[in-house]
């Protein structure tokens, strides 16, 4: 009877031992399970973020390139804009250098004369002319109320009159250098041939 005693004693530890195991065998399996789901979801997280930073970088550096090309397009745009636009203008001072070979010109400079004169009054002044106009000083010099000297200004390439009165503060310019360089914002607003 001890001896049945013992073996089921022996058959309960037995037993209980064989439902250990299984529970820890079951515990083991279901840790495993979740330490590799866990793995599983780190290694994708990792992989995710490292496929966000690679495209990053990607855009990052074809935005560089597009960058630098639309900056040297633009760049080549505006050497070719200024190129264009400094032709246009040579050509317009080369026909308005026609233009002071004419009559209409002379009888324009005297215009510019008597506005010039209206504005400076009796009070002496100096008058620029270009240097080929000196010979019209004495025509133009009985248009002026006050003391006038005429001289040869060299900055005068196209032609016009310019006048200082020193007294009054005054200058005015009436050059048609001076005309045709205004015309450039006009030129660059409505030529089309902006850069944007």
């Known amino acids: 009877m001890a001896k049945n005693k013992t073996d089921n004693f022996l058959k309960a530890i037995k037993k209980?031992?064989?439902?250990?195991?299984?529970?820890?065998?079951?515990?083991?399996?279901q840790?495993?399970?979740?330490?590799?789901?866990?793995a599983e979801e780190k290694a994708k997280h990792d992989s995710d973020l490292l496929v966000k930073e690679?495209?990053?970088?990607?855009?990052n550096r074809q935005t560089a390139m597009l960058a630098a090309k639309t900056q040297e397009g633009q760049k080549q745009l505006y050497i070719e804009r200024s190129a264009m636009t400094e032709e246009v203008f040579r050509l317009a001072a080369?026909?308005?250098?026609?233009?002071?070979?004419?009559?209409?010109?002379?009888?324009k400079l005297s215009d510019s004369a008597k506005e010039m004169s209206a504005l400076f009054g009796d009070a002496p002044c100096v008058v620029y002319l270009k240097e080929s106009?000196?010979?019209?000083?004495?025509?133009?010099?009985?248009?002026?109320?006050?003391?006038?000297t005429f001289e040869a200004d060299k900055t005068i390439k196209i032609g016009g009159i310019k006048g200082y009165c020193e007294s009054m503060g005054?200058?005015?310019?009436?050059?048609?250098d001076s005309k045709l360089d205004a015309q450039r914002d006009w030129f660059y607003e409505n030529s089309a041939l902006s850069v944007l």
């Open 16 to 29: 209980y031992a064989n439902a250990q195991k299984q529970a820890m065998q079951g515990e083991v399996k």
């Open 31 to 38: 840790l495993k399970t979740e330490r590799l789901k866990e």
């Open 54 to 59: 690679k495209l990053a970088e990607e855009r």
């Open 94 to 107: 080369e026909r308005l250098c026609e233009y002071t070979r004419t009559d209409e010109y002379s009888e």
């Open 133 to 148: 106009d000196l010979d019209k000083a004495d025509s133009l010099k009985p248009l002026f109320g006050g003391d006038v």
């Open 170 to 176: 005054l200058i005015a310019d009436e050059t048609l």
